[in-house]
């Protein structure tokens, strides 16, 4: 148990659909980072959050939000969905203030299945 | 921005070799390098990292090389075992800088017995 939790384990819905992705940090870690990974291009990132504000977007799409709570948890919210978006989508925290990176802890990710 | 360029993408060797996983990396400010394995069905896991004032570091059968004039960096594994078979990413960031990790695409090694 690496201490970053993700719900739910694998998720599958259908195109049109809205879903919610969910990941406890580790107990200490303040900053959350989203990354999604599918087969042909690696782990491309997302969005990081820095207590609870905004840090650092990637190639997000506008159909994807995500917010992190004030009890640090954070979720990812994926809209409008297209059998595209099928991929597996983890969340990473960091000990760091969120100008530094000590490296990451992964949790063992969400598997999307868009149908 | 940052880009990883990682190889190779896939790595076959017999248990008891050596295996080497190269990244070369863009942005010369970059300054920090951690490697992750990613082993079936789990997240990645940091295994090593090595930052820029370095040229080595080496953790038992683990050591990564860094070439800040060539902009690349290394991976080596010594006396691979079956065990060691899993998909290993490199990646970049700046250190002190607001900058998430770039990954590479991966290297899946399988360590034949």
């Known amino acids: 148990d690496s201490g970053v939790t993700q719900t739910p384990k694998h998720l599958i819905t259908a195109t049109g659909q809205r879903v919610t992705l969910r990941c406890s940090p580790r107990s200490g870690d303040l900053s959350v980072y989203w990354y999604q990974q599918s087969l042909d291009q690696g782990l491309q990132f997302l969005i990081q959050?820095?207590?609870?504000?905004?840090?650092a977007k990637g190639n997000i799409l506008e159909r994807f939000s995500a917010q992190q709570f004030p009890d640090l948890h954070s979720e990812l919210n994926l809209s409008s969905l297209e059998l595209g978006d099928s991929a597996l989508y983890f969340c990473?925290?960091?000990?760091?203030?969120?100008?530094?990176?000590?490296?990451?802890?992964f949790g063992s990710g969400t598997r999307l299945t868009v149908v | 921005g940052e880009n990883v360029e990682q190889h190779p993408s896939t790595l076959s060797v017999q248990e008891g070799d050596s295996a080497v996983i190269k990244c070369t990396y863009s942005d010369s400010a970059s300054n920090y390098f951690p490697w992750y394995k990613q082993e079936l069905g789990k997240g990645p896991q940091l295994i090593i990292d090595i930052r820029s004032n370095v040229g080595e570091k080496k953790d038992q059968r683990i050591a990564v090389t860094l070439n800040k004039t060539a902009k690349h960096f290394s991976l080596h594994i010594t006396e691979t075992q079956p065990e060691d078979s899993a998909v290993y990413f490199c990646a970049a960031s700046i250190r002190k800088g607001n900058t998430p990790l770039v990954f590479g695409k991966g290297t899946r090694l399988s360590v034949i017995a």
């Open positions: 959050y820095y207590n609870g504000e905004e840090r």
């Open positions: 990473a925290s960091s000990a760091g203030t969120g100008g530094d990176v000590y490296g990451y802890t």
